[in-house]
Antibody, heavy 120, light 106 residues
Framework: QLVESGGGLVQPGGSLRLSCAAS????????MSWVRQAPGKGLEWVAN????????YYVDSVKGRFTISRDNAKNSLYLQMNSLRAEDTAVYYC???????????????WGQGTLVTVSS | DIQMTQSPSTLSASVGDRVTITCRAS??????LAWYQQKPGKAPKLLIY???SLGSGVPSRFSGSGSGTEFTLTISSLQPDDFAIYYC????????FGQGTKVEIK
């Protein structure tokens, strides 16, 4: 099970930190990803992180603004979002990614999502 | 970046119809392709991975085929629960989704 939290309303230029609590599987065995969906739009992969946190990848539109991290001791995934823009408004999903050493994979488990709204 | 293009964007069909959705990659992705189903207000659900492997608990009326740059998702006999939006996703490189195909009631 994956449960996201931390979404809400934030002004443009502001910051927000999303969390995802994982249970029911060995969290440290998997890459983990954040995927977002703007209102009425399709799915967009945002970032992922390797099992030990040593590799992180981002979609171009969030590079330098978002930071993905994880705490395997707490079975938790995070997304620190800075310099937020209106176009970052979306439901953000936490998803279980590949179990292999190399990036990347498909997403077999998803959280319920948390809504981030960037507006003044 | 690898671009994923789905067709059609919208598909109107009736219960019992055989339905096929196509996904094309801008370059070869071998068989590193997944399909998802999404219903309104819900998270996506994995249907197919590695182009043709059925996800856990997914009904056998769903099937996937293809390799390289062209892939299909087929629903052999459309059921009322299948009206939804379907997405393909490549994972040969950084994950990228298609734009989605909405399957609606005819």
């Amino acid at each position: 099970q994956l449960v996201e939290s931390g979404g809400g309303l934030v002004q443009p230029g502001g910051s927000l930190r999303l969390s995802c609590a994982a249970s029911g599987f060995t969290f440290s065995n998997y890459w983990m990803s954040w995927v977002r969906q703007a209102p009425g739009k399709g799915l967009e992969w945002v970032a992922n992180i390797k099992q030990d946190g040593s590799e992180k990848y981002y979609v171009d539109s969030v590079k330098g603004r978002f930071t993905i991290s994880r705490d395997n001791a707490k079975n938790s995934l995070y997304l620190q979002m800075n310099s937020l823009r209106a176009e970052d408004t979306a439901v953000y999903y936490c998803a279980r990614d590949s179990e292999f050493v190399s990036c990347c994979g498909f997403f077999d488990y998803w959280g319920q999502g948390t809504l981030v709204t960037v507006s003044s | 970046d690898i671009q994923m293009t789905q067709s059609p964007s919208t598909l109107s069909a009736s219960v019992g119809d055989r339905v096929t959705i196509t996904c094309r990659a801008s370059q070869s992705i071998s068989s590193w392709l997944a399909w998802y189903q999404q219903k309104p207000g819900k998270a996506p659900k994995l249907l197919i991975y590695r182009a043709s492997s059925l996800g856990s608990g997914v009904p056998s009326r769903f099937s996937g085929s293809g390799s390289g740059t062209e892939f299909t998702l087929t629903i052999s006999s459309l059921q009322p629960d299948d009206f939804a939006i379907y997405y393909c996703q490549q994972y040969n490189s950084y994950p990228r989704f298609g734009q989605g195909t909405k399957v609606e009631i005819k």
